[in-house]
T-cell receptor, first 114, second 114 residues
Framework: KAGVTQTPRYLIKTRGQQVTLSCSPISGHRSVSWYQQTPGQGLQFLFEYFSETQRNKGNFPGRFSGRQFSNSRSEMNVSTLELGDSALYLC?????????????FGDGTRLSIL | AQSVSQHNHHVILSEAASLELGCNYSYGGTVNLFWYVQYPGQHLQLLLKYFSGDPLVKGIKGFEAEFIKSKFSFNLRKPSVQWSDTAEYFCASRSNFGNEKLTFGTGTRLTIIP
């Protein structure tokens, strides 16, 4: 079956702009999590959605937001972009988000801020 | 809050050498543990996972890990590495309590010299 699909793969923006990233989970998966990956900080958890509800949130400013649709697809939005937002943004899905269910990752969206 | 420590940031080995990557987690309760691998240019993939039962778990590609509760450790091992094992390896934990997030270590970059 198809894996987790993230679009776009690459994005270049300038400071102050906003961006929306998209994630389609594996068919049948209802939980979607987002992570920010940078060389210095590793993988930092952004948020997790299950059945259109945000179930968990990491320590990121309110400029980072997300949502999940009824078909489990998810979007992440970053407003007022800063240089430090340059990173690889990863989406991961799991069946029901239970703690013992492994997450399956997409290829990520590489966001560069100029 | 949970934390995961991977003390080896970069490991360089020759082919056929034995490998052990360290991972320590902080949560004292029931915890689920994972090792993920990220090959160059590819997405994160699950290597193996531990939930309960036999503390020695076997994963894909000849990898195994041992859960030692008294040491809060979940070290990854492979008896004989190959050049194709060159990748970044991430340890992660997630408690069974509530809706805790999946917490990653900062990763270990493994370089295998042919």
């Amino acid at each position: 079956k198809a894996g987790v699909t993230q679009t776009p793969r690459y994005l270049i923006k300038t400071r102050g702009q906003q961006v929306t990233l998209s994630c389609s989970p594996i068919s049948g998966h209802r939980s979607v999590s987002w992570y920010q990956q940078t060389p210095g900080q590793g993988l930092q958890f952004l948020f997790e959605y299950f059945s259109e509800t945000q179930r968990n949130k990491g320590n990121f400013p309110g400029r980072f937001s997300g949502r999940q649709f009824s078909n489990s697809r998810s979007e992440m939005n970053v407003s007022t972009l800063e240089l430090g937002d340059s990173a690889l943004y990863l989406c991961a899905s799991s069946l029901a988000g239970r703690s013992n269910q492994p997450q399956h990752f997409g290829d990520g969206t590489r966001l560069s801020i100029l | 809050a949970q934390s995961v420590s991977q003390h080896n940031h970069h490991v360089i080995l020759s082919e056929a050498a034995s490998l052990e990557l360290g991972c320590n987690y902080s949560y004292g309760g029931t915890v689920n543990l994972f090792w993920y691998v990220q090959y160059p240019g590819q997405h994160l993939q699950l290597l193996l996972k531990y939930f309960s039962g036999d503390p020695l778990v076997k994963g894909i590609k000849g990898f195994e890990a041992e859960f030692i509760k008294s040491k809060f450790s979940f070290n990854l091992r492979k008896p004989s590495v190959q050049w194709s094992d060159t990748a970044e390896y991430f340890c992660a934990s997630r408690s069974n309590f509530g809706n805790e997030k999946l917490t990653f270590g900062t990763g270990t970059r493994l370089t295998i010299i042919p």
